[in-house]
C-alpha cells in the first residue's frame, strides 16, 4: 500500500458539489464527483446530533485541527473515503444549509447566514489528507486499525466492512434504514440502534442461530457476501416477528430484552393460545412475588411449568422473616431435643439432633409458589441448606 500526504485541498474543492441522500442518510459526493464519501463498507452517518455535527463547524471556525483524513484512490483520479467521511459528511451538510452552528452567544447561524469572512474562512481551510493505494483487503485491514480516532466502530459495523458486497448492501437497505416504515413494529422486539447495525445484527444472528456469539453470524456473512439477494435473512426475520406478535397480543417494554429468534427455535412447533396467554402473562405480571417479568415469556412458552418457576425469581423471604422463623424453629427443637431442620428430623439419620447456625440454613416455601404458596411468614420454614437444594429440585 502506497500513501502520500497533500495539504492543499481546501474544504471549498473537496465539498464541490457535495451531494448528500436523507433517504439514505450518508453522504454520496464530494470533489467535483471525484470523491465517493460514504463507500458501502462504511457505516451510515451518525453525526447529525446537533453536538458532533456542530462540533466539527466549531472547530473550523476556531482554526483548531479536525484531524486526519484518508482517502483510497481506487482508480486514476477516483477516490473514496476510508476514515474521515463522518467529518466531511459533517462539513458538506453545514456548507449546504442542513443544520446550524451555535455561537457564544447561543445564536444560531445556518452556512448561509455567516458572516462572508466567516464564510471564507470555512472553505478555506485547508485539510490535512493521506491518499492511499493497494488492493482492497490490505486496505480493509488497514481501516480496521485506523479507525480508533472518535467513536470506534463495533462489532458489526466491522462486520459490514469485512464482507463488504452485494448482499450487505442489499440488507442494509432494509435493516439499517431508520425510514423504514416497519421499524416500530420491529422495534417492540428489541432494544437496537438502528444506524449503529444493531437491527441488521439481530436479524443476522436469527438466520444464522447464532445465539451465544460463537461465530455463526460471521460465517454466514462470509458465505452470502456475493448472494444477489437476501430472501432467506428477510423471510427468516418476518417469520419470527410474525410468530411472536400471533401469540403475545400485549406488547410489553421487557419484549425488547428478549432473544426472539432463539424463543422461535426453540418453541415454534408448539400451538398456543394467545388469548389464554395474554390472560396468563397479565397474571404473571401483577403477581407481587414475581420479580423477573422477562422471563415470563419462555415460563409460558414452555408451558409453566414448576422446574421453569427459576425464570420468574420469585421474591424470596427478607431477613427479618428468616431470623423470626429461625428462633423460633430453634427453640422448638431444643426443647424437643431435636434437629432444628425439620427435614433432617424425619430422615432419622445422623444429623436429626444437629442444631445448625443460621448461616447454615435457608429460607424454604413450605408450600411452593407455582402451587399457591406465599412469600410470607406463615408459609416460611428453614431448613439446612442440603435439604434446601433438595427440595427446591423437586
Ligand atoms: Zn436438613
Known amino acids: 500500500m502506497k500513501t502520500r500526504l ?13 451531494q448528500y441522500s436523507e ?10 464527483g471525484k470523491l465517493t464519501i460514504q463507500p458501502e463498507y462504511q457505516r451510515n452517518y451518525i453525526y447529525a446530533n446537533g453536538k458532533d455535527d456542530v462540533a466539527v463547524i466549531d472547530s473550523l471556525l476556531k482554526g483548531y485541527p479536525i484531524g486526519l483524513i484518508y482517502f483510497v484512490e481506487t482508480e486514476r483520479d477516483k477516490y473514496e473515503i476510508l476514515d474521515g467521511q463522518q467529518r466531511i459528511t459533517s462539513i458538506g451538510r453545514y456548507i449546504t444549509n442542513k443544520f446550524a452552528w451555535i455561537d457564544e452567544n447561543d445564536i444560531p447561524y445556518k452556512f448561509e447566514s455567516l458572516p462572508k ?32 480516532a472518535g467513536k470506534p466502530l463495533n462489532n458489526q459495523e466491522l462486520l459490514n466492512s469485512i464482507y463488504s458486497g452485494t448482499f450487505i448492501t442489499k440488507a442494509k437497505e432494509i435493516f439499517s ?9 420491529w422495534l417492540s422486539y428489541m432494544k437496537v440502534e438502528v444506524k ?12 444464522s442461530k447464532d445465539w451465544e456469539k460463537d461465530g455463526n453470524l460471521e460465517k454466514y456473512m462470509a458465505n452470502h457476501r456475493h448472494d444477489d439477494n437476501i430472501n432467506e435473512l428477510t423471510s427468516y426475520f418476518n417469520d419470527v416477528i410474525n410468530w ?25 412447533k408448539n400451538p398456543y393460545n394467545s388469548n389464554e396467554i395474554s390472560k396468563k402473562l397479565n397474571e404473571l405480571y401483577s403477581d407481587y412475588f414475581v420479580t423477573d417479568k422477562k422471563g415470563c415469556y419462555e415460563y409460558i412458552l414452555n408451558g409453566c411449568r414448576k422446574e421453569d418457576t427459576k425464570l420468574l425469581n420469585i421474591r424470596i423471604f427478607d431477613e427479618p422473616t428468616k431470623k423470626t422463623v429461625y428462633e423460633r424453629q430453634t427453640q422448638e427443637a431444643k426443647l424437643k431435643a431435636v434437629s432444628n431442620c425439620p427435614m433432617c428430623v424425619i430422615e432419622n439419620l445422623s444429623n436429626k439432633v444437629k442444631i ?33 437444594r433438595i427440595k427446591g429440585n423437586r
Open 196 to 207: 449503529r447495525q444493531g437491527l441488521l445484527e439481530v436479524a443476522l444472528s436469527w438466520v
Open 23 to 32: 433517504s439514505e442518510e450518508k453522504g454520496l459526493f464530494g470533489w467535483a
Open 356 to 388: 445448625w447456625d443460621y448461616k447454615d440454613m435457608d429460607a424454604d416455601h413450605v408450600t411452593a409458589w407455582s402451587k399457591g404458596g406465599s412469600t410470607d411468614i406463615i408459609n416460611c420454614q428453614m431448613l439446612c441448606r442440603t435439604h434446601n
Open 177 to 185: 434504514n431508520s425510514q423504514n416504515s416497519n421499524l416500530h413494529k
Open 244 to 268: 411472536v406478535s400471533t401469540i403475545f397480543i400485549d406488547v410489553k417494554d421487557e419484549m425488547q430484552y428478549i432473544n426472539w429468534g432463539k424463543m422461535y427455535e426453540k418453541y415454534h
Open 117 to 148: 469572512d466567516k464564510q471564507e474562512k470555512i472553505y478555506n481551510t485547508e485539510l490535512t489528507i493521506y491518499i492511499c493505494s493497494g488492493d482492497e483487503s490490505e486496505i480493509k485491514e488497514w481501516f480496521k486499525t485506523i479507525n480508533i
Open 6 to 18: 497533500r495539504t492543499d485541498l481546501t474544504i471549498r474543492q473537496i465539498c464541490e458539489g457535495f
